[in-house]
Structures are given as structure tokens and as C-alpha cells.
């Protein structure tokens, strides 16, 4: 067991950081091996082995569903469950509330600290997708949404159902999906395209006048 309680955020904190750090860049497995000797020696200091094992277990299952969520699923769900986990597994496993909370701090800490590796090293592409950092650009063969609606902008049109702020627009005989500005309009109003933001299409009605 540890002498002081406070030694026990260190270790979680730089366990975490190196751990969540080698999913996040490609350190070849460095920041992997440094991660799980750090986590190994706090729950060793507060374990039995029986425990040690269960525990370890669960801090790892943690580590497993984030790689999931990188390579398989990419909304973020599995990875903030996994999160969630690996705080559970330290928390759980400290031998009083102190150092159980200086534990939770180390991995939240930890973990946010790992994104500072990524200004320094190269990406691991499986967090693509997620991160969004990848830009869909012409020049890359991508045609975005908000591309292919912008010729809509400043055309006029009418609405075929009435919009509390969501119906539909009727422009150049082609039926669109809209929102209004804020604006109580009824079927047959005359509007305008004010915006064009993704698939979402602004419109204003015009005035009667």
C-alpha cells in the first residue's frame, strides 16, 4: 500500500495518460508498455491477487471498448463507456475515499492530459472519422451536402404545408424540406431561401406587398 494517499493520482494520471495515449497516437507500443507498468503498480499497491486480476480486468475492458469504438463504431458511446469504466476500476480498488477520489482526478486528468499528444505525434487513423479532421473537399473528390443546395440560396418558392417552423418549400418544381426564420407561414406563402446550411434550408416568407 501506498505511504501517501495523494501518490495514487500520479500513478493513475500517467498510467491513463500513456495508456489512452498510445490508442490515440502511434508510439509502436512504447506508451503501452509504460501505461500498463503504471497501472499495474497501483493496483498491485491496493489489491489482493484475486482482485488485482478482476480489477485489472475491468480497467482493461475499458481500454478494449475504446479501441472498439475507434475502429468499429466511431460516435464516441462505447468510448465514454469505457471511460466510465476505467474510473469505476480505480475508484473501486482504492482502500479508502481519499485515495479513491485522488484516483478518479488522476485518470480524468490523465486521460485529457493524452490529447496533448496528439499536437506532437502522428494520429492513429482509426479516430478519423470521429475527430472529423479529414476535410471532404472538391479537390478530394468529395461534393458535399451544403454544396449541392447552395444553388438554392435567394431563389423564391412557395410553401406547399403550412411551417411551425418545419415543412416544405416547392422551388422550381422540385419539393424541398425547409425551415422558417421564425415565422408563422401557411400553405401558399410565398417564400424566400435565406440560408443553406448541410440539408438544412432557411426560408422568410415574402410580403404580401
Known amino acids: 500500500m501506498f505511504t501517501y494517499d495523494w501518490i495514487a493520482l500520479f500513478i493513475t494520471f500517467l498510467g491513463t495518460m500513456f495508456l489512452v495515449g498510445e490508442l490515440l497516437v502511434n508510439m509502436r507500443g512504447i506508451f503501452a508498455i509504460l501505461g500498463f507498468g503504471f497501472i499495474t503498480v497501483y493496483f498491485a499497491g491496493y489489491l489482493e491477487t484475486e482482485m488485482f486480476i478482476i480489477m485489472m480486468f475491468v480497467y482493461f475492458l475499458g481500454i478494449i471498448l475504446m479501441i472498439i469504438d475507434g475502429k468499429l463504431v466511431n460516435d464516441g458511446t462505447l468510448a465514454t463507456i469505457g471511460a466510465a469504466t476505467m474510473v469505476i476500476a ?70 406547399v404545408t403550412d411551417m411551425r417552423p418545419v415543412g416544405s418549400v416547392q422551388i422550381d418544381d422540385e419539393e424541398y424540406s425547409a425551415v422558417s426564420n421564425g415565422q408563422w407561414i401557411t400553405h401558399g406563402d410565398k417564400v424566400e431561401v435565406t440560408k443553406v446550411d448541410g440539408t438544412k434550408i432557411l426560408v422568410k416568407k415574402l410580403s404580401d406587398h
Not at 438554392?152 to 412557395?158: M, V, W
Open 90 to 159: 480505480v475508484g473501486f480498488s482504492a482502500p479508502n475515499w481519499v485515495a479513491g477520489l485522488y484516483s478518479v482526478i488522476g485518470v480524468v486528468l490523465g486521460g485529457s492530459a493524452s490529447l496533448l499528444f496528439l499536437r506532437v505525434f502522428k494520429q492513429r487513423k482509426m479516430w478519423s472519422k470521429m475527430a472529423l479532421n479529414d476535410q471532404l473537399s472538391s479537390e478530394m473528390g468529395y461534393n458535399s451536402m451544403n454544396e449541392g443546395y447552395q444553388f438554392l440560396l435567394g431563389k423564391q418558392g412557395e410553401a
